[in-house]
C-alpha cells in the first residue's frame, strides 16, 4: 500500500481509505455486516489505516458497524492506535447550540473510541459556516481538540469557492475534504478549491475520486475517447488522476464488494500519476461527458433522507444515465432524427412519485435541481 506523509505529526497515512458509505446490503437495506467485515479485514491486512463514516451514512448504521467490528470485535488483532477514525458533524442536524455536544458523544458512542482521529464539519458551505459561527461549533470542537478526543480537526466542502475562501480564512484547519476528480477539476469548481486549500499549505483528502462510480462506468462515447490515451481502466485512471496532485494525503473509495476492494487495493499497490498526454486526454474524457447529457449524481443519498414519497432517487438516476448513454444522436444537421427506445418505465414509474416539494434540492450536495429532471422525464413521450 502506497502511504503518504501527513506532514503535521509525520505518520504513514494509507494513500487509499476506506468510505463507509456504500457498503454492501442485505436485501432489507442493512449493511452486509459479513461481507462487510471480509472487506475492512482485507483492506487492513493491505494496509489501509484510514476509514472514514458520517453521522447519517447508512441511515445511522455505518458508524456503528466499524465501531463493532473495528473497535471492539477485533480490537485485539486490529489495536486502535494502528488505525485512524474520521467522523463528521452535521450541522443540519444542530437546532440549538445543546444538540452540538449531544450528537458528538452519540457519534463517540456509537464508533465505541474516546477519540476521533480526523474530525469534520459535515459538507459545508457559506450558509452551514454562518451556522456553525452562530451556534459556536467551530469554538466547540478546539476545546475537543485541545483536550485530544478531536486528534485533527477540518470539513468537508460543498459550495462557492468565495466561501471556501472564506472559511479557510477564517479558521484553523488541520486538512479540508474535496470533492476532486476529473470531471469537476476540467469542467467544475474542482482546480480552484484544491489551488485554494493547497496554497494554505492544509492537506487535502479527496471524497469522490470517481464520482459516485459514474467514473467507473463511462459512456461509450467517453470509454473511446480514455482507450486512446491510457491502457488503465476507467477507475484506475479515476484514482490515478487524483494521486497525480503532492497535496493530496487519501483517497477515499467507498467500496461495494471485495472484487471492489481488491482491485482498489491492487491499484494502491504502485500507483503512478498521470503522464502529461493521460493528463490532457482526462480533460478530453471530462468534454465527452459534459457534451453528453449527464446528471451528475454522485449516490450520497441525502435526498432520499427527506423525500416524503420515498423516491429512489439516485438508482433512477442511475438507470437514466445509462438510457442516456445509450442513445443515438444527429451527427449532422442534415441527418434525420435516430429512432430511439422510449424512457423504461421504471424510471418513469419513479420519476411520476415526484411531487416537487424541494426538500431533495437543498440536501443535494451537487445542487442538482431533482424535481426539474423529473419534470422533464414525465413530459418525455
Known amino acids: 500500500m502506497i502511504t503518504r506523509t501527513y506532514k503535521k505529526t509525520g505518520e504513514a497515512l494509507s494513500h487509499l481509505g476506506f468510505g463507509g458509505m456504500r457498503f454492501p446490503l442485505k436485501e432489507d437495506e442493512s449493511i452486509d455486516r459479513a461481507h462487510a467485515g471480509e472487506m475492512l479485514v482485507k483492506a487492513y491486512n493491505n494496509g489501509v489505516n484510514y476509514f472514514d463514516t458520517a453521522y447519517g451514512y447508512h441511515k445511522g448504521e455505518s458508524a456503528k458497524f466499524f465501531g463493532d467490528f473495528l473497535c471492539e470485535e477485533h480490537a485485539k488483532d486490529m489495536p486502535r492506535e494502528s488505525f485512524k477514525i474520521a467522523n463528521k458533524l452535521p450541522l443540519w442536524a444542530v437546532n440549538v447550540k445543546e444538540d452540538v455536544d449531544k450528537v458528538f458523544n452519540y457519534q463517540l458512542e456509537c464508533v465505541k473510541t474516546d477519540y476521533f ?3 469534520l464539519l459535515h459538507a459545508m458551505n457559506g450558509e452551514l459556516w454562518q451556522k456553525a459561527k452562530d451556534f459556536e461549533v467551530y469554538e466547540y470542537c478546539l476545546e475537543k481538540k485541545k483536550n485530544g478526543i478531536i486528534k485533527n480537526f477540518g470539513f468537508s466542502y460543498h459550495g462557492t469557492v468565495a466561501d471556501l475562501e472564506k472559511m479557510l480564512d477564517e479558521g484553523e484547519w488541520d486538512f479540508v475534504q474535496l470533492q476532486f476528480n476529473y470531471l469537476d477539476y476540467f469542467t467544475g469548481n474542482a482546480k480552484a478549491e484544491y489551488d485554494a486549500v493547497t496554497k494554505r499549505e492544509i492537506p487535502v483528502i479527496v471524497m469522490e475520486p470517481v464520482r459516485g462510480g459514474s467514473l467507473a462506468n463511462l459512456s461509450p462515447e467517453a470509454l473511446a ?26 483517497i477515499l473509495s ?17 500507483i503512478r500519476p498521470l503522464s502529461e498526454a493521460e493528463m490532457n486526454g482526462a480533460m478530453k474524457v471530462a468534454a465527452a461527458i459534459k457534451n453528453g447529457k449527464y446528471i451528475p449524481c454522485t449516490s450520497c443519498r441525502y435526498c432520499v433522507e427527506d423525500c ?7 438508482e433512477t438516476f442511475a438507470k437514466y444515465n445509462t438510457y442516456l448513454f445509450g442513445l443515438k444522436v444527429k451527427k449532422s444537421d442534415s441527418d434525420e432524427e435516430p429512432e430511439n427506445p422510449p424512457i423504461p418505465d421504471e424510471i418513469r414509474d419513479e420519476a411520476n412519485k415526484c411531487i416537487a416539494c424541494g426538500a431533495c434540492v437543498s440536501r443535494c450536495p451537487q445542487g442538482i435541481k431533482i424535481p426539474d429532471i423529473f419534470e422533464d422525464i414525465r413530459e418525455q413521450k
Open 117 to 119: 482521529d480526523f474530525y
Open 225 to 250: 475517447v480514455l482507450s486512446e490515451v491510457t491502457d488503465s481502466s476507467p477507475a484506475e485512471f479515476a484514482f490515478r488522476f487524483c494521486s497525480s496532485f503532492e497535496n493530496v494525503l487519501v
Open 254 to 270: 467507498g467500496m461495494s464488494n471485495m472484487e471492489q476492494t481488491e482491485q482498489n487495493l491492487k491499484t494502491f499497490e504502485d
Open 308 to 314: 416524503p414519497m420515498e423516491i429512489a432517487i439516485p
